[in-house]
């Protein structure tokens, strides 16, 4: 075979290759650009414009105070109600303003009792008057973070 052929058909083998290994990310989603809870708290999309972002709860344990931490976004054009419920807890609302993003800690809302020990999940209902209720399994924290120390409740 003459040294241009063998050129040819190597130069040809290696860009079928390459086109090859190409193709197998045509097929598959860039996962990148799927929402995901990107710390230690739920991520809840309630509608269209409107989601929590790491909802958490800080107790040092079960039955003790609880701190909720977090945040709630209204990319809508009208305020927004939340109300966060807990089994056997009074229900904690906030009101989200049109554009804005609600920092929970600073809304100062407080479980009387954590219905679950620190490493476990509290199982909250979250709704809006416009949406519904949805289901939102929130985990407890404690102070083993230090991010988080300063927002446990009293020891």
Request: proline share 9%.
């Amino acid at each position: 075979m003459a040294p241009t052929t063998r050129r040819r058909l190597l130069a040809g083998s290696v860009l079928g290759a390459a086109l090859s290994l190409a193709g197998c990310t045509f097929t598959n989603p860039i996962e990148t650009l799927e929402p995901y809870a990107a710390s230690d708290g739920t991520r809840l999309e309630l509608a269209d414009g409107i989601r929590l972002e790491n909802v958490l709860v800080l107790s040092e344990a079960e039955g003790a105070e609880g701190h909720v931490l977090g945040a709630a976004v209204n990319s809508t054009t009208e305020p927004v109600e939340i109300t966060f419920s807990v089994e056997g807890e009074p229900e904690l609302v906030v009101v989200v303003e049109p554009d804005e993003m609600l920092n929970l800690s600073d809304e100062g809302l407080v479980v009387e009792s954590t219905p679950a020990p620190p490493g476990g999940m509290v199982s909250t209902t979250v709704s809006t008057p416009q949406h519904g209720a949805v289901p939102l399994p929130v985990p407890v924290l404690d102070g083993t973070l230090s991010q988080y120390d300063e927002h446990v409740p009293e020891r």
